[in-house]
């Protein structure tokens, strides 16, 4: 906006002298000041307005291009190049894209309720149209114009007191036009609230649907394949630990049997030197070392498989403690 120019453009459209007094000058500048720059003002303000929005409008086309492309080329990438570490890093991959995901989501979320609550633009628009309408009807009511028989001589075009109300009354319309405006403003551009709770659950959902729908096959069934993989090998995790169990327990309780069993045959033992020390003399004597004997020849049978039993179960419960 430039003052002068602004100036000289009116007293041109209004076919005026230019030796109108310094009264009328100022009364006109003022008007140019209320008006004309108000109207230059709500143009810049339009175009920033305009220029937000063509950025929002680019911004929301690369996320809807940009996201299913770089959601499927990095699974695709990360499936086809996986070495080690296998449902892992796919787990970690999927959970990494799932929250960059929701944050651009979420972002991208806060920003369209920011454009939307600004709704300043119509208000520019509107405003700048009522102030053109008062210099528009400013210049066709009071514009001087020169009979065809009169020559035209701006010399003689001075500022008329109907002009001179029209300039007071355009002043102050263009004020109020302004005011207006300017209390719609304040009324709008007030932060939008929003719940963050909210914003970033209903992102991760929308991120997580996203993926599942837009990941590459390839990830789609090495993840598959991997899952099955790791509950093979859960399911023979628990098999080797009840059968390391069962061991234990097998080992405990036979531990206990020939425990038992040495104890007798000890018994047994204590009664057997005696005798066979002791002179025979009778065959009360004999018939006793003869079923101790006995007893003792079925207890080293008994004992026998169970210590065979006990090894075995020694060098398996050793081989899972390797394992």
């Known amino acids: 906006y430039n003052q002068e120019t602004s100036f000289e453009d009116l007293r041109d459209n209004l076919n005026l002298s230019n030796k109108i007094g310094k009264r009328h000058t100022n009364l006109m500048l003022a008007f140019c000041d209320t008006n004309i720059r108000n109207i230059y003002y709500y143009e810049k303000k339009i175009k920033n307005e305009n220029n937000w929005r063509d950025a929002y409008s680019v911004l929301s086309i690369l996320l809807v291009i940009g996201i299913p492309i770089a959601i499927f080329v990095f699974t695709d990438s990360t499936a086809k190049n996986i070495e080690i570490g296998g449902i892992q890093i796919l787990r970690s ?3 990494m894209i799932i929250a960059l995901s929701a944050a651009v989501l979420g972002f991208h979320k806060v920003i369209s ?5 600004r709704k300043f633009r119509a208000q520019f628009l509107q405003a700048k149209v009522d102030l053109m309408n008062i210099t528009y009807n400013l210049v066709e009511d009071h514009r001087w114009i020169d009979d065809d028989q009169v020559k035209n001589d701006k010399d003689h075009h001075y500022v ?3 002009l001179q109300d029209a300039l007071t009354k355009g002043i102050k319309d263009s004020r109020s036009v302004v005011d207006k405006e300017a209390k719609n403003y304040f009324e709008l551009s007030a932060n ?3 719940d963050l709770a909210s914003t970033l659950s209903n992102a991760t959902t929308t991120a997580a649907s996203l993926f599942n729908g837009l990941k590459s096959k390839r990830f789609e069934a090495e993840m598959r394949y991997l899952e099955e993989e790791e509950k093979e090998q859960r399911t023979a995790e628990k098999e080797r630990k009840k059968e390391e169990a069962k061991n234990e327990l097998d080992y405990h309780l036979l531990s206990r049997k020939l425990i038992r069993l040495s104890a007798k045959e000890a ?3 204590e009664k057997y030197v005696p005798l066979q020390l002791k002179e025979i003399k009778n065959e009360q004597d004999k018939k006793e070392i003869d ?3 006995e007893q003792l ?3 080293e049978a008994e004992v026998e498989p169970i210590e065979e039993k006990l090894e075995e179960l020694e060098i398996k419960m050793q081989l899972h403690a390797l394992s």
């Not at 309720?113 to 609550?117: A, M, P």
């Open 297 to 299: 020849a079925l207890l």
């Open 113 to 117: 309720s920011w454009i939307e609550k």
């Open 267 to 269: 018994e047994l033992n």
């Open 192 to 194: 939008p609230a929003f």
């Open 291 to 293: 079923e101790i004997k």
């Open 93 to 95: 991959t999927e959970s």
């Open 160 to 162: 008329t007191e109907e």
